[in-house]
Structure formats: C-alpha cells, structure tokens
Nanobody
C-alpha cells in the first residue's frame, strides 16, 4: 500500500535540464521530510537534497547547490527535483525517500522509491 514512485529520468546533454518527480501513495508526503539521493555505479548512495517538513527549508549538497531545486505539490502528493545545468558527473540512479527529519542518514528513511535513471552525456 505504501509506495514512492520516481519518474522523469532520462538521457540529457550536458547543460540541459530534467525534472524528477516523487509521487507517494498510501501516505501523505507532506508529513515527512523528503530526501533525494543518487547512486552512481561503484559509488555509495549520497544525499543530494532534503526538504525538511519541520521548517519547510530545502538543503542541498554542495555539488548541486545552485543547480538543483526541490519543490512540492501537496495536492498531488508529489515532490519534485528540478535539475538544471546538468553535468556528466550527475549521472546516477536517483531515489526519493521519506523520513521524520532531514538529519537522518539513509537508514533513517522509512520509505524509498525504486529509482529513476539520469544519464548526462558530454
């Protein structure tokens, strides 16, 4: 019943943009802090951003700061990750997860989506 589904990934040229969606079913996304993570081949999963439910602030990893933006649409029960000025190093599978607060690591996230592939070509 509880499910997160990512969508919006694809192949894009360096400098291009993509918007990822994280749609929830079985629970209300607005009740959770929503983190975006990515995992490239051979690398550990890293958090890219987090939308904190307690204060509404968004936090970003330095590598994506100024290029990525998190937003939400509570009516659609969906959180978005707008990715601009994409670089080949952004290539990864992107996941969204729901947690009580943004300070938790990946093990603290209650729900996860299956991921969506983002590939940025040179």
């Amino acid at each position: 019943e509880v499910q997160l589904v990512e969508s919006g990934g694809g192949l894009v040229q360096a400098g291009g943009s993509l918007r990822l969606s994280c749609a929830a079913s079985g629970f209300t996304l607005g009740d959770y802090s929503i983190g975006w993570f990515r995992q490239a081949p051979g690398k550990e999963r890293e958090r890219v951003s987090c939308l904190n439910s307690s204060d509404g602030r968004a936090y970003y990893e330095d590598s994506v700061k100024g290029r990525f933006t998190v937003s939400s649409d509570n009516a659609e029960n969906t959180v978005y990750l707008q990715m601009n000025s994409l670089k080949p190093d952004d290539t990864a599978v992107y996941y969204c997860g729901a947690s009580i607060w943004c300070g938790l690591g990946p093990t603290g996230y209650d729900y996860w989506g299956q991921g969506t592939q983002v590939t940025v070509s040179s």
